[in-house]
Nanobody
Framework: QVQLVESGGGLVQAGGSLRLSCAAR????????MVWYRQATGKQRELVAG???????NYADSVKARFTISRDGAKNMGYLQMNSLKPEDTAVYYC?????????????WGQGTQVTVSS
């Protein structure tokens, strides 16, 4: 059984920063891509940032130069550093990862963590 657990969300004023963490737990042999998504109330889920096993990153245009995705392979952890936050960044943020377990590959999702940015 594999679980992804996000943490680090909360309430912050515009211009502030938060660091989200994503912990992958269970019988994990390896992790390929890790991706952060977000979903604001009444909107579709959107990709925020992704990072490959080799460290290649990609970002949504709306967060470039403000957010930084990273990972710690030894700890099976992923991170999203969010700076210069704006009210429009308010959403539930989800971590997703391609995880290898006992010879199989699957995509797993966390339960989400709420980020609220006040103006």
């Amino acid at each position: 059984q594999v679980q992804l657990v996000e943490s680090g969300g909360g309430l912050v004023q515009a211009g502030g920063s938060l660091r989200l963490s994503c912990a992958a737990r269970g019988n994990i042999r390896g992790i390929n891509t890790m991706v952060w998504y977000r979903q604001a109330t009444g909107k579709q889920r959107e990709l925020v940032a992704g990072i490959s096993i080799g460290g290649t990153t990609n970002y949504a245009d709306s967060v470039k130069a403000r957010f930084t995705i990273s990972r710690d392979g030894a700890k099976n952890m992923g991170y999203l550093q969010m700076n210069s936050l704006k009210p429009e960044d308010t959403a539930v943020y989800y971590c997703s990862a391609e995880i290898i377990t006992s010879g199989s590959l699957g995509t797993y999702w966390g339960q989400g963590t709420q980020v609220t940015v006040s103006s």
